[in-house]
């Protein structure tokens, strides 16, 4: 029976699946680590007091990056180039949602309104991160190999989550609601689409990896456009409401350490 426990362990099991399954994990959080920093050194000066949190926010992604390679490394891997089609985060910015990387690569500060939209964005994939990491926490928390990476990152993903939520209502309150919901909108049909893409993408390439037949790869395919039809009809609206955290300042402090797993 396919499920997404079985679908995983045998992306685990094979070298090569399992090698590039965290090569575009390595590569995505990575590119989140850099692109946090750089709203950090451009927060603008009415809002300093985020900067140690946006700072934590891509250390933590940094972070990722390293644990994913450290898992690599364990099983005598290196990283693998990404396929184009997989780039989550790059195909985000080709949409136009989130900070233009050509203005996080300038001198010149972000605005407030910026600032807005880097929430915004991230509310909408660390939504997207967190569920994904709940679901490799279901089904492998107690795995020998990669448990305690994904304890680590699961935990760390529903923090990046309340911080979004935390500071979107703190601009909402301030008189930034209409451009937060218009922003939220916007991102989440647009991420939507973008992970479908990347989900029928990356799945090509272990079915040509693992060789799966024909009629598998139409049944993943499959429902993978079942879950983009639902998140298209009302499954986006998950990832605009804003909630009050129960976990407040969830990024205040430093970063812990990456666990060691070599």
Same mark, same amino acid.
């Given at each position: 029976?396919?499920?997404?426990?079985?679908?995983?362990?045998?992306?685990?099991?094979?070298?090569?699946?399992?090698?590039?399954?965290?090569?575009?994990?390595?590569?995505?959080?990575?590119?989140?680590?850099?692109?946090?920093?750089?709203?950090?050194?451009?927060?603008?000066?009415? %809002?300093? *007091?985020?900067?140690?949190?946006?700072? /934590? $926010?891509? +250390? =933590?992604?940094?972070?990722? #990056? &390293?644990?994913?390679?450290?898992?690599?490394?364990?099983?005598?891997?290196?990283?693998?180039?990404?396929?184009?089609?997989?780039?989550?985060?790059?195909?985000?910015?080709?949409?136009?949602?989130?900070?233009?990387?050509?203005?996080?690569?300038?001198?010149?500060?972000?605005?407030?309104?910026?600032?807005?939209?880097?929430?915004?964005?991230?509310?909408?994939?660390?939504?997207? %991160?967190? *569920?994904?990491?709940?679901?490799?926490? /279901? $089904?492998? +928390? =107690?795995?020998?190999?990669? #448990? &305690?990476?994904?304890?680590?990152?699961?935990?760390?993903?529903?923090?990046?989550?309340?911080?979004?939520?935390?500071?979107?209502?703190?601009?909402?309150?301030?008189?930034?609601?209409?451009?937060?919901?218009?922003?939220?909108?916007?991102?989440?049909?647009?991420?939507?689409?973008?992970?479908?893409?990347?989900?029928?993408?990356?799945?090509?390439?272990?079915?040509?990896?693992?060789?799966?037949?024909?009629?598998?790869?139409?049944?993943?395919?499959? +429902?993978?456009?079942?879950?983009?039809?639902?998140?298209?009809?009302?499954?986006?609206?998950?990832?605009?409401?804003?909630?009050?955290?129960?976990?407040?300042?969830?990024?205040?402090?430093?970063?812990?350490?990456?666990?060691?797993?070599?």
């Amino acid at each position: 029976m396919l499920s997404a426990k079985s679908l995983f362990q045998e992306i685990l099991d094979n070298d090569e699946s399992f090698r590039l399954f965290c090569s575009i994990a390595a590569s995505g959080e990575s590119q989140g680590g850099w692109e946090n920093a750089r709203i950090a050194a451009l927060v603008p000066p009415s %809002a300093r *007091e985020l900067a140690p949190k946006i700072t /934590r $926010h891509g +250390a =933590d992604e940094d972070k990722h #990056g &390293r644990i994913f390679n450290a898992l690599m490394n364990k099983r005598g891997l290196t990283p693998v180039e990404v396929p184009a089609d997989t780039d989550y985060t790059m195909l985000l910015e080709r949409h136009g949602i989130g900070l233009a990387h050509d203005k996080l690569k300038s001198r010149q500060p972000l605005t407030v309104l910026d600032i807005v939209t880097y929430l915004a964005h991230s509310r909408v994939t660390e939504q997207r %991160a967190s *569920e994904q990491m709940e679901l490799l926490l /279901r $089904h492998f +928390a =107690d795995h020998p190999d990669i #448990g &305690r990476a994904v304890r680590m990152i699961s935990e760390d993903e529903d923090r990046h989550l309340a911080y979004c939520h935390e500071e979107l209502l703190r601009f909402a309150s301030a008189g930034h609601g209409p451009a937060i919901r218009r922003t939220l909108r916007a991102c989440a049909l647009a991420e939507i689409r973008v992970y479908r893409d990347v989900s029928l993408a990356v799945m090509a390439h272990m079915g040509g990896i693992l060789g799966w037949s024909r009629a598998r790869e139409a049944t993943l395919a499959a +429902a993978i456009h079942t879950v983009y039809a639902y998140e298209r009809a009302a499954g986006w609206r998950r990832m605009v409401s804003l909630k009050m955290p129960e976990h407040r300042d969830a990024l205040g402090g430093p970063a812990p350490p990456a666990p060691e797993v070599a």
